[in-house]
């Protein structure tokens, strides 16, 4: 499949679980990032990778880790999260100084 | 710090009517601005940016530096219009710089 792909699309876990999230893009981008988007708040950029290396974390707790093994994936990894963690968890790519393409997200529900 | 405001949380006109979504910033740089569309069950994708000066689907956005602001605009609206629409900010221009500040979004609904 072409475009970002995110898997599962929808998650339910317990807060003492361990869980992960997956991105996949076959666009050639160099870039990815971690967004969550929850209810009240605008998009929250998380994490931006850049050829595999990490140039933003903004200030996420350390219960999400990320890992980005190559500049095709992305993941996400849950540990110990609360139930303010629910939210929908977008991933996207880009070329350099280029726009981003979405995948459709991942509906975590932490209980 | 970047900030982008959408002063609407919700705005909805009638089929044919001019539609103007409201976008502010807060960057005191030269900031690349883009407004980013979510039609119903789709992804987010981008509608526009400044750079390309483009019309898209009928709407167009002007920088304005002096108010700072980068509205959305169409002259005549059509019921496919209705969507989430969210204006989005990265700081400067060139290769070496990712982040992308959004807006809280403004639901569009367009009424037959």
């Known amino acids: 499949e072409t475009g970002v792909t995110q898997t599962p699309r929808h998650l339910v876990m317990g807060m003492t679980n361990k869980k992960s999230l997956k991105c996949e893009q076959h666009?050639?981008?160099?870039?990815m990032y971690w967004y969550k988007q929850s209810a009240k708040k605008p998009l929250e950029l998380m994490f931006v990778?850049?050829?595999?290396?990490?140039?933003e974390n903004n200030s996420v707790p350390s219960r999400f880790s990320p890992e980005c093994p190559n500049s095709s994936h992305l993941f996400l990894h849950l540990h110990t999260l609360q139930p303010e963690d629910s939210a929908l968890y977008l991933c996207?790519?880009?070329?350099?100084?280029?726009?981003?393409?979405f995948g459709e997200g991942s509906r975590l529900t932490v209980l | 710090a970047q900030r982008v405001t959408q002063p609407e949380k919700l705005l909805s006109v009638f089929k044919g009517a001019p539609v103007e979504l409201k976008c502010n910033y807060s960057?005191?740089?030269?900031?690349?601005l883009f407004w980013y569309v979510q039609y119903s069950r789709q992804r987010l994708q981008l509608l526009l940016r400044?750079?390309s000066r483009e019309s898209i689907k009928g709407f167009t956005a002007d920088l304005n530096k002096g108010e700072t602001s980068f509205h959305l605009k169409k002259p005549f609206a059509q019921e496919e219009d209705s969507a989430m629409y969210y204006c989005?900010?990265?700081?400067?221009?060139?290769?070496?710089?990712?982040?992308?500040?959004f807006g809280k979004g403004t639901l569009l609904t367009v009424n037959p």
């Open positions: 996207a790519s880009s070329p350099p100084a280029g726009e981003l393409f």
């Open positions: 666009l050639g981008h160099n870039a």
């Open positions: 990778y850049n050829f595999k290396e990490q140039t």
């Open positions: 960057y005191s740089g030269s900031p690349e």
């Open positions: 400044h750079i």
């Open positions: 989005a900010l990265r700081r400067g221009s060139g290769g070496s710089n990712y982040k992308l500040t």
